[in-house]
């Protein structure tokens, strides 16, 4: 490997770059001024300084004015460097920018043995650094067995991470990539005992990334594997004392074991040191860590599935390449994906329990794999699933609706934490759909049939109305958003109507026809809720009706209205039920004004079937500012210090399905922004769940 530098032109460092990379951009005038720091040294340098550079330069070079590196401190005596010195100052005109590739974090995969997830992870946090193609490290799916049933593929683990840079809901101190290169390195340089050097080039080496699984219905294995660009990082990772050889896989893998490291108390908070130093892979066992010098693939996993995978690696068994549902599942994946997954269809076939045999049979018997593909925008992450199945037991192709434009959510108010917009219009008849319910309950619990087709029948002689012609006056979609209080907190909370106060349940459904909702409407008002002794049922004009408790102090009740051609009903805080209507029927602050909302939509699907949208930023942030919540992330790592909470450009989750219909196949397509920011909020949850409760929380 060429030399490595950091770069500054003004604004933040970035890099490092090999030198070669620096001489095409000068070549292709991307760079013309600037300044260079190589790894591990402190001080910078003019481009001219570098005899490569300086020839490139061909004597465009200009005097600058360079301050330390960041992070760095200046050697002038004994004296401390100054504050402002943190960040190195040119004094130089605006270049043509050009595609940098940096990040702020690395990617984290769940569950395959914590050393090896720790060094991927690590890994990804820094080889986004190289500006190179990978065009070094052998493709993971060349190398993995065909009878994989699970296949995860990062086939560029730099421009996975490269991406990130322009994520908008990141804080921009994350791209630094200098310090994060540099925490990075330490971390696994103090992990394993080996110089900051060798954990820079280990760093920078990783290329490829991929997770493949078989036998996942019986005796699941899965292997994770990491292709380097050079096989020197890994060999000097290998000779450190942690590791011990133990023979071979195969005719060229070299098996190792692992052992665990004790850190001093004055190793901190460091999530990544921590996980690295408490790995350990044993010497005999089912688990497995290999590496072959030969392909440069570092693999950890089921030992059987590691030795198969040896086998197409070294003696050209087939791969998951060679596979016919693999080859016909690819036309699945975006050509900009970062990241992609197949599961194959065959997997279903080896489920043998007989009960979960027939829902299948019933409805998500596969016509095909389900395929997976993860692109980076400006909003986040856009994943997206897709999956064929049939069944005995789904709608017929005659009665398919076509996904439609969901926007009943954007009339909601700017309160509103999360909403689910539904395409409600239908071919059925209301007896037939009644029918169709029917039948499905009956699949999954023939009890349950019985006991819902009863309470039909008492609601239909109680009220005088039937749920197959309420089911004909539903229009196109219906909306179920849920609001709280602006600055709410899990301390002011507590339970009952004190959790009311600070929430509220509003609920839109369009209508073509009112008549029989304004007709239960009515027999609720008359036969229903008179019954309840402790409310107080106001008739309304619209021809709904509200009801609020006698002899609470809070301000909280339940509404149902009809405006124009909509039934609305909120329930909860009266305050955010004002809004909510205000917002609805006048249009005023709704989340159809809100940035993050817009963004989110707009990398959606124009037309669904089901819409699900999540202030992910707004519930983060009240669960962070509990105290116990937020000390018991920061003893497991975890911060949410870097990503923007609130504002504009605040995280948000939205999850969009659509489905179409072709010779009684059925296409479920599935497009999620930041689903996986979603994990932090349930980690978060479950931690304050765990917690003792205390008065008020």
Same mark, same amino acid.
């Given at each position: 490997?060429? %030399? ?58 200009? $005097? ?32 043509? +920018? ?46 993995? $067995? ?20 322009? *994520? ?33 080039? &280990? ?18 294995? &899965? *292997?994770?594997?990491?292709?380097? @660009? ?30 665990? #490291?004790?850190?001093? +108390? ?17 010497? *005999?066992? =089912? %688990?497995?860590?290999?590496?072959? +010098? ?59 329990? !007989? ?10 018997? $596969? ?34 609706? $076509? !996904? ?22 239908? @071919? ?59 600055? *709410? ?22 209508? #073509? ?5 304004? #007709? ?139 489905? =179409? ?10 497009? %999620? ?18 917690? !003792? ?5």
């Amino acid at each position: 490997m060429s %030399a490595m530098y950091y770069l500054s032109r003004g604004g933040a460092p970035e890099g490092p770059f090999e030198e070669a990379r620096l001489v095409y951009m000068i070549a292709c005038g991307e760079l013309t001024q600037g300044g260079v720091c190589a790894v591990g040294q402190q001080a910078w340098s003019p481009l001219h300084a570098v005899p490569a550079l300086a020839q490139a330069l061909a004597a465009r070079s200009a $005097p600058q004015v360079y301050g330390p590196p960041p992070g760095q401190a200046v050697a002038h005596g004994d004296a401390p460097p100054p504050a402002a010195a943190a960040q190195p100052q040119y004094n130089s005109p605006a270049v043509q +920018p050009f595609a940098r590739k940096k990040s702020n974090r690395g990617l984290l995969f769940v569950a395959l043995g914590a050393f090896f997830l720790l060094l991927a992870a690590g890994a990804a946090g820094a080889a986004y650094l190289m500006f190179f193609s990978s065009g070094g490290a052998r493709s993971i799916r060349a190398s993995v $067995p065909q009878n994989s049933e699970l296949f995860i593929e990062v086939p560029s683990v730099h421009q996975l991470v490269a991406d990130l840079h322009d *994520v908008q809901f990141l804080d921009t101190s994350l791209r630094d990539d200098k310090q994060l290169f540099d925490s990075a390195a330490d971390s696994i340089a103090k992990a394993f005992d080996i110089s900051t050097s060798e954990a820079f080039t &280990l760093l920078a080496s990783a290329e490829t990334l991929g997770i493949a699984g078989r036998k996942l219905a019986t005796e699941p294995e &899965l *292997v994770l594997a990491l292709g380097m @660009k050079n096989a020197s990082p890994v060999e000097a990772l290998l000779k450190s004392a942690r590791f011990s050889a133990l023979g071979t896989v195969g005719t060229t893998g070299k098996r190792y074991q692992l052992t665990q #490291k004790q850190l001093p +108390p004055s190793a901190g908070q460091d999530a990544l040191l921590k996980g690295l130093a408490d790995a350990q892979i044993a010497a *005999v066992g =089912e %688990a497995a860590l290999v590496w072959f +010098p030969r392909t440069k693939l570092l693999t950890i996993g089921s030992d059987t599935l590691v030795r198969d995978l040896a086998q197409v690696i070294e003696s050209g068994s087939p791969s998951i390449q060679d596979n016919a549902a693999f080859q016909a599942a690819r036309k699945d994946f975006d050509a900009s994906a970062r990241l992609t997954l197949f599961v194959d269809p065959n997997l279903y076939t080896t489920i043998t329990d !007989p009960k979960l045999r027939q829902v299948i049979d019933a409805y998500f018997k $596969p016509a095909g794999s389900i395929t997976g593909s993860v692109r980076v925008k400006a909003a986040g992450f856009l994943t997206r699933f897709i999956g064929r199945v049939q069944g005995d037991k789904l709608p017929r192709a005659a009665t398919y609706e $076509p !996904p439609h434009a969901l926007d009943l959510g954007a009339r909601l108010p700017a309160e509103t934490v999360a909403y689910l917009d539904l395409a409600a219009t239908s @071919k059925l008849s209301g007896a037939d759909a009644q029918k169709l319910l029917l039948d499905q309950l009956s699949t999954l619990n023939p009890q349950s049939r019985a006991s819902v087709e009863q309470g039909l029948h008492q609601i239909e002689a109680q009220l005088g109305v039937t749920a197959a012609k309420l089911f004909e006056g539903v229009g196109g979609q219906s909306v179920l958003g849920l609001s709280a209080t602006p600055g *709410v907190s899990l301390e002011a909370l507590g339970v009952g109507p004190q959790t009311a106060a600070n929430f509220n349940l509003t609920w839109v459904l369009e209508l #073509k026809d009112a008549s029989e909702y304004k #007709k239960l409407a009515a027999q609720l008002k008359q036969k229903l809720l008179p019954a309840f002794h402790e409310v107080t049922v106001t008739e309304d004009a619209t021809g709904g009706f509200s009801v609020a408790a006698r002899g609470l102090p809070l301000a909280v009740g339940l509404r149902a209205k009809f405006l124009d051609k909509y039934l609305f009903v909120t329930a909860g805080s009266n305050t955010l039920a004002d809004r909510a209507e205000a917002a609805f029927s006048r249009g005023e602050r709704t989340l159809k004004d809100d940035p993050a909302h817009q963004t989110a939509l707009a990398n959606l699907p124009d037309t669904e079937h089901v819409l699900l949208w999540i202030d992910t930023g707004r519930v983060a942030d009240t669960l962070q500012k509990s105290p116990l919540v937020r000390a018991q992330l920061a003893q497991n790592g975890v911060s949410l210090d870097k990503i923007k909470l609130t504002g504009p450009e605040r995280v948000v989750s939205a999850l969009s399905v659509r489905s =179409e219909v072709q010779n009684e196949v059925w296409t479920y397509q599935l497009d %999620a922004l930041n689903l996986q920011a979603l994990a932090p909020l349930g980690a978060a949850g479950a931690l304050h769940g765990a917690l !003792p409760r205390l008065p008020g929380l």
